[in-house]
């Protein structure tokens, strides 16, 4: 099992910067990778940023040049750094990790930007 606990959300204004970490914890050898995504009310999970397996990461086209998805391999840790903040961007960001066959899944932290 692999466990994912995110911290770092919060209420911020349009504009601002929030940064997220999940931190990961369990039989975390092996992980494939991980990401974060995003739920807003009423919509679809959708996927935000992760890494490819080249080294880079791969974006949604809603956050590009405005978020950066990074890792603290030694401490087992993902971030998001948020800057240029919308509302639009108000959601639950969710950490994934996949450790195949299976996927894992945080229990969520809330990001609210008021318009």
């Known amino acids: 099992q692999v466990q994912l606990v995110e911290s770092g959300g919060g209420l911020v204004q349009p504009g601002g910067s929030l940064r997220l970490s999940c931190a990961a914890s369990g039989s975390i050898f092996n992980i494939n990778n991980m990401g974060w995504y995003r739920q807003a009310q009423g919509k679809q999970r959708e996927l935000v940023a992760d890494f490819t397996g080249i080294g880079g990461a791969h974006y949604a086209e809603s956050v590009k040049g405005r978020f950066t998805i990074s890792r603290d391999a030694g401490q087992n840790t993902v971030y998001l750094q948020m800057n240029s903040l919308k509302p639009e961007d108000t959601a639950v960001y969710y950490c994934?990790?996949?450790?195949?066959?299976?996927?894992?899944w945080g229990q969520g932290t809330q990001v609210t930007v008021p318009s």
């Open positions: 994934h990790a996949t450790r195949w066959p299976n996927e894992y």
